[in-house]
């Protein structure tokens, strides 16, 4: 039989805007002891403002501007919607072809005949092309242009103010350990785990990657002890899947995400994962 109580936990937690795709994984949050954060979209806003602009020689501000809106015309990362607002302008979608997403690097695409590259210094490692070391903090966007370097455009994120909140309240809890793990540059990773007080950070993460620092926690982690994982869905769907709880932020996440999680937070706030332990620990006070 099933304990009367679960149901009003998942009523109570539904109440509050977390949507719980079974008792099981509200009976889990009792046990969780480390809790794994995806940066990007989950611990910041997620809406990128461009900070800097750097072309190299022969090319000017808007020209690079232009050619990165251009090659991240398809992309739903968002990196790639806030250079295109910060252009502006409609992108006629023949100009566009062979569009080609390298998840935890950036895009191949062809402009206007031209074979474009918009991602990280990996991204330009991996195609031979030389990029020249940034001068500004941020997430940098490089760009190639028919294997020639085109410059850079610097963007930067926002921590959630609920963000701090949600770390004070987990460590209030008992958990051990929060962690954050990101394919963003480890000076932009440090600089957030600082300001909220994470304890440890993986930065410059593939999709992959993320995966075995998973397992590795699991390795880690006493026999009966839980791991969260809390991400927007962006490139980390098979370690949502691969946590004993996988949490997507509902409102930014994409569909994958909400379809691999365990639990569904709606309003996009991480403190929502504290206040999931604590209807969790209620229930368990209330069925026994
Ligand atoms: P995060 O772990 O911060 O959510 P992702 O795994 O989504 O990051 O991406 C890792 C890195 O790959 C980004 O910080 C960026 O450097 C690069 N990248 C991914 N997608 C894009 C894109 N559409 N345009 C440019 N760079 C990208
Ligand atoms: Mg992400």
Redesign the pocket.
Known sequence: SIPLGFFGGIGAASRNGILVKGSNFLEALNDVKVVVF?????L?K?QFSVTGNYPAEGFTPQELLRIAAY??SH?S????ES?RSAYGEVIPGEAVTDYN???????AVTVEGKAVL??????MEREGIASQIPQQSG???HIAVDKQYAGYIVIADEVKEDAQRAIQELNALGIRKTVM?????AS??ESVGRQLGIQEIHA????GD?VEAIERLEREKGPKEKIIFV??G???TPVLARADVGIAMGGLGSDAAIEAADIVIMTDEPSKIAAAIGIAKRTRTIVW
Request: proline residues 4%.
């Open positions: 995806d940066k990007t979209g989950t910041t997620g090659a991240e992309s990362h968002p990196i790639a250079i997403e390298i998840s935890g690097h950036g895009i918009a991602g990280n210094a990996r991204l997430t940098v966007v793990l990101t394919g963003d540059a932009v990773a410059e993460l593939l999709p993320k991400g927007d962006i490139n980390d």
